[in-house]
Protein backbone atom coordinates (compact mmCIF):
# COMPACT_ATOMS: atom_id res chain seq x y z
CA UNK A 1 0.00 0.00 0.00
CA UNK A 2 1.44 3.19 -0.80
CA UNK A 3 1.01 6.67 1.70
CA UNK A 4 2.19 9.68 1.38
CA UNK A 5 2.79 11.91 4.21
CA UNK A 6 3.15 15.92 4.96
CA UNK A 7 5.74 16.76 6.99
CA UNK A 8 7.73 19.76 8.38
CA UNK A 9 11.44 19.74 9.17
CA UNK A 10 14.41 22.09 10.03
CA UNK A 11 17.14 21.41 8.32
CA UNK A 12 19.90 22.96 10.31
CA UNK A 13 21.67 19.70 11.49
CA UNK A 14 21.10 17.65 8.12
CA UNK A 15 23.00 17.24 4.92
CA UNK A 16 19.97 18.19 3.30
CA UNK A 17 17.16 15.44 2.36
CA UNK A 18 18.59 12.69 0.46
CA UNK A 19 20.37 10.12 2.57
CA UNK A 20 24.15 10.76 2.49
CA UNK A 21 27.01 7.76 2.92
CA UNK A 22 28.66 9.80 5.23
CA UNK A 23 26.08 12.82 6.93
CA UNK A 24 22.96 12.80 8.45
CA UNK A 25 19.92 13.26 6.19
CA UNK A 26 16.29 13.79 6.34
CA UNK A 27 15.42 10.89 4.61
CA UNK A 28 17.63 8.35 6.67
CA UNK A 29 16.03 9.48 9.95
CA UNK A 30 12.51 9.47 8.42
CA UNK A 31 13.18 5.99 6.71
CA UNK A 32 14.65 4.32 10.06
CA UNK A 33 11.95 5.98 12.56
CA UNK A 34 9.15 4.18 9.69
CA UNK A 35 11.19 1.05 9.89
CA UNK A 36 11.12 0.75 13.30
CA UNK A 37 7.45 1.55 13.66
CA UNK A 38 6.38 -0.53 10.88
CA UNK A 39 8.32 -3.28 11.36
CA UNK A 40 9.10 -3.90 7.96
CA UNK A 41 12.12 -2.28 5.77
CA UNK A 42 10.52 1.27 4.60
CA UNK A 43 12.14 3.31 1.61
CA UNK A 44 10.80 6.81 1.23
CA UNK A 45 10.54 9.13 -1.74
CA UNK A 46 10.46 12.85 -1.41
CA UNK A 47 8.99 15.46 -3.45
CA UNK A 48 12.91 16.93 -4.11
CA UNK A 49 15.98 17.50 -2.77
CA UNK A 50 17.22 19.97 -0.31
CA UNK A 51 20.37 21.01 0.02
CA UNK A 52 22.31 20.85 3.58
CA UNK A 53 21.08 23.60 6.41
CA UNK A 54 17.50 24.12 4.53
CA UNK A 55 14.65 23.83 5.87
CA UNK A 56 11.10 22.18 4.62
CA UNK A 57 7.81 23.88 6.00
CA UNK A 58 6.20 21.82 4.42
CA UNK A 59 7.51 18.87 2.75
CA UNK A 60 5.43 15.79 1.29
CA UNK A 61 6.80 12.30 0.68
CA UNK A 62 5.50 8.96 0.21
CA UNK A 63 6.19 5.61 0.83
CA UNK A 64 5.06 1.58 0.70
CA UNK A 65 4.63 -0.72 3.49
CA UNK A 66 2.37 -3.86 3.89
CA UNK A 67 -0.86 -3.72 5.77
CA UNK A 68 -3.06 -1.18 7.20
CA UNK A 69 -1.15 1.59 9.29
CA UNK A 70 -2.47 1.92 13.21
CA UNK A 71 -4.46 4.34 14.18
CA UNK A 72 -1.72 6.16 16.48
CA UNK A 73 0.40 6.30 13.61
CA UNK A 74 1.06 9.79 13.76
CA UNK A 75 1.06 10.19 17.09
CA UNK A 76 3.20 7.28 17.25
CA UNK A 77 5.67 8.18 15.13
CA UNK A 78 6.25 11.90 15.96
CA UNK A 79 7.39 10.26 19.03
CA UNK A 80 10.24 8.40 17.51
CA UNK A 81 10.93 11.78 15.25
CA UNK A 82 13.41 14.14 16.74
CA UNK A 83 11.87 17.35 17.59
CA UNK A 84 13.34 18.84 14.47
CA UNK A 85 10.88 16.55 12.24
CA UNK A 86 7.17 16.63 12.28
CA UNK A 87 5.04 14.12 10.09
CA UNK A 88 1.11 16.44 9.81
CA UNK A 89 -0.66 14.05 7.54
CA UNK A 90 -1.18 10.33 6.17
CA UNK A 91 -3.15 9.27 3.20
CA UNK A 92 -3.01 6.21 1.39
CA UNK A 93 -3.03 6.80 -2.23
CA UNK A 94 -3.17 4.60 -5.48
CA UNK A 95 0.01 3.16 -6.08
CA UNK A 96 1.10 4.99 -8.80
CA UNK A 97 0.84 8.14 -7.37
CA UNK A 98 4.65 9.53 -6.93
CA UNK A 99 5.75 12.82 -4.28
CA UNK A 100 8.52 13.65 -7.17
CA UNK A 101 7.04 13.46 -10.43
CA UNK A 102 3.52 13.95 -9.81
CA UNK A 103 4.40 17.59 -8.05
CA UNK A 104 3.09 20.48 -10.22
CA UNK A 105 4.40 23.08 -8.41
CA UNK A 106 6.80 24.04 -5.65
CA UNK A 107 6.85 27.07 -3.74
CA UNK A 108 10.33 28.26 -1.43
CA UNK A 109 10.88 31.40 0.57
CA UNK A 110 14.32 32.99 1.71
CA UNK A 111 13.89 34.78 4.84
CA UNK A 112 16.52 38.23 5.45
CA UNK A 113 16.88 39.73 8.50
CA UNK A 114 17.67 43.49 8.78
CA UNK A 115 18.64 43.68 12.28
CA UNK A 116 19.64 41.17 14.38
CA UNK A 117 17.29 38.42 15.88
CA UNK A 118 17.37 36.04 18.47
CA UNK A 119 14.57 33.99 17.54
CA UNK A 120 15.56 33.60 13.83
CA UNK A 121 19.36 32.82 13.51
CA UNK A 122 18.75 29.64 11.99
CA UNK A 123 15.88 30.38 10.00
CA UNK A 124 16.95 33.58 8.40
CA UNK A 125 20.06 35.18 7.26
CA UNK A 126 21.15 38.29 9.03
CA UNK A 127 22.04 41.38 6.56
CA UNK A 128 23.59 43.84 7.61
CA UNK A 129 23.58 46.22 4.47
CA UNK A 130 20.01 46.84 4.43
CA UNK A 131 20.51 50.38 4.23
CA UNK A 132 22.49 49.83 1.11
CA UNK A 133 19.87 48.18 -0.89
CA UNK A 134 17.52 49.87 -3.50
CA UNK A 135 14.46 47.78 -2.77
CA UNK A 136 11.97 48.93 -5.82
CA UNK A 137 15.42 47.26 -7.78
CA UNK A 138 14.52 43.81 -5.85
CA UNK A 139 11.01 43.90 -7.36
CA UNK A 140 12.11 44.95 -10.99
CA UNK A 141 14.69 41.75 -10.70
CA UNK A 142 11.87 39.39 -9.68
CA UNK A 143 9.89 41.19 -12.53
CA UNK A 144 12.48 40.38 -15.00
CA UNK A 145 12.80 36.71 -14.42
CA UNK A 146 9.25 36.19 -14.86
CA UNK A 147 10.03 37.04 -18.77
CA UNK A 148 12.31 33.40 -19.41
CA UNK A 149 11.61 29.96 -19.39
CA UNK A 150 15.42 28.74 -18.98
CA UNK A 151 18.03 29.99 -15.99
CA UNK A 152 21.22 28.52 -16.82
CA UNK A 153 22.63 31.42 -15.20
CA UNK A 154 21.41 30.18 -11.98
CA UNK A 155 22.38 26.77 -11.56
CA UNK A 156 25.10 25.38 -9.89
CA UNK A 157 28.03 24.01 -11.92
CA UNK A 158 28.20 20.81 -12.60
CA UNK A 159 24.81 19.97 -12.17
CA UNK A 160 24.41 17.39 -15.06
CA UNK A 161 21.20 18.48 -15.61
CA UNK A 162 19.37 17.77 -19.07
CA UNK A 163 18.27 20.98 -19.62
CA UNK A 164 17.72 24.32 -17.53
CA UNK A 165 14.05 25.47 -18.55
CA UNK A 166 11.59 26.38 -15.34
CA UNK A 167 8.07 27.48 -15.63
CA UNK A 168 8.15 30.07 -13.20
CA UNK A 169 4.71 31.00 -11.68
CA UNK A 170 5.49 33.27 -9.26
CA UNK A 171 8.52 35.12 -8.00
CA UNK A 172 8.21 38.78 -5.55
CA UNK A 173 9.79 40.30 -3.13
CA UNK A 174 8.13 41.52 0.37
CA UNK A 175 9.42 44.43 3.08
CA UNK A 176 8.03 43.42 6.13
CA UNK A 177 8.56 46.78 7.90
CA UNK A 178 6.83 45.42 11.38
CA UNK A 179 9.37 42.29 11.47
CA UNK A 180 12.58 43.96 9.71
CA UNK A 181 12.39 41.43 7.38
CA UNK A 182 12.86 40.95 3.57
CA UNK A 183 11.20 37.65 2.08
CA UNK A 184 11.62 36.67 -1.41
CA UNK A 185 8.97 33.69 -3.12
CA UNK A 186 9.11 32.23 -5.71
CA UNK A 187 7.20 29.05 -7.53
CA UNK A 188 7.62 26.84 -10.63
CA UNK A 189 7.47 23.46 -11.41
CA UNK A 190 11.06 22.48 -11.02
CA UNK A 191 14.00 24.21 -10.00
CA UNK A 192 17.67 23.87 -11.07
CA UNK A 193 20.38 22.85 -8.04
CA UNK A 194 21.28 25.96 -5.93
CA UNK A 195 19.02 28.20 -7.99
CA UNK A 196 17.08 29.69 -5.39
CA UNK A 197 20.10 30.85 -3.60
CA UNK A 198 21.81 32.20 -6.81
CA UNK A 199 18.53 34.26 -7.45
CA UNK A 200 18.86 35.91 -3.63
CA UNK A 201 22.11 36.83 -4.20
CA UNK A 202 22.19 38.26 -7.92
CA UNK A 203 19.07 40.08 -7.16
CA UNK A 204 20.44 41.74 -3.97
CA UNK A 205 23.59 42.78 -5.97
CA UNK A 206 21.79 44.20 -8.59
CA UNK A 207 19.92 46.36 -5.63
CA UNK A 208 23.23 47.19 -4.32
CA UNK A 209 24.77 48.55 -7.34
CA UNK A 210 26.97 45.34 -8.14
CA UNK A 211 25.31 44.19 -11.02
CA UNK A 212 22.88 45.33 -12.98
CA UNK A 213 19.53 44.91 -14.67
CA UNK A 214 20.68 44.62 -17.89
CA UNK A 215 23.75 42.29 -17.53
CA UNK A 216 21.83 40.23 -16.03
CA UNK A 217 18.99 40.31 -18.77
CA UNK A 218 21.92 39.58 -20.93
CA UNK A 219 23.10 36.73 -19.09
CA UNK A 220 19.03 35.37 -19.44
CA UNK A 221 19.24 36.02 -23.20
CA UNK A 222 22.51 34.36 -24.19
CA UNK A 223 22.12 31.51 -21.74
CA UNK A 224 25.12 32.14 -20.14
CA UNK A 225 26.78 32.42 -16.10
CA UNK A 226 26.79 35.73 -14.50
CA UNK A 227 30.38 37.56 -14.19
CA UNK A 228 29.48 37.53 -10.15
CA UNK A 229 27.98 34.77 -9.28
CA UNK A 230 26.74 35.05 -5.52
CA UNK A 231 24.72 32.36 -3.81
CA UNK A 232 22.93 33.23 -0.27
CA UNK A 233 23.94 31.06 2.78
CA UNK A 234 21.59 27.96 3.00
CA UNK A 235 19.82 28.66 6.16
CA UNK A 236 17.31 31.24 5.59
CA UNK A 237 15.78 29.16 2.43
CA UNK A 238 12.55 27.17 3.16
CA UNK A 239 10.39 25.11 0.90
CA UNK A 240 6.79 26.14 2.07
CA UNK A 241 4.38 24.32 -0.53
CA UNK A 242 4.18 21.49 -2.73
CA UNK A 243 0.75 21.25 -4.97
CA UNK A 244 -0.81 18.20 -7.41
CA UNK A 245 -3.05 17.58 -9.32
CA UNK A 246 -5.40 15.72 -6.69
CA UNK A 247 -6.02 15.74 -3.22
CA UNK A 248 -3.16 14.05 -1.02
CA UNK A 249 -4.33 15.09 3.17
Known amino acids: ?22 ALSVQEVLENSLSMLLRQ ?8 RTDAGV ?5 VAHFDAEGELPKTFLQNINGILPGDIAVYTVKRMPSEAHARYDAVERHYCYY ?9 QETAWLYPHAGLLDINLLQRMANLLMQY ?30 ENQLVFQIAANRFLRGMVRLIVGTCLAVARGVLTLEGVREALEKQQPLPKSISV ?11 YPYPIS
Open 1 to 22: MRYFLSLAYRGTRYAGWQRQPN
Open 41 to 48: PIEVVGCG
Open 55 to 59: HARYY
Open 112 to 120: ISLRKDPFA
Open 149 to 178: EAFLPFCKTDSNVEHYRCRLHMARWEYLLD
Open 233 to 243: PAHGLALTNVR
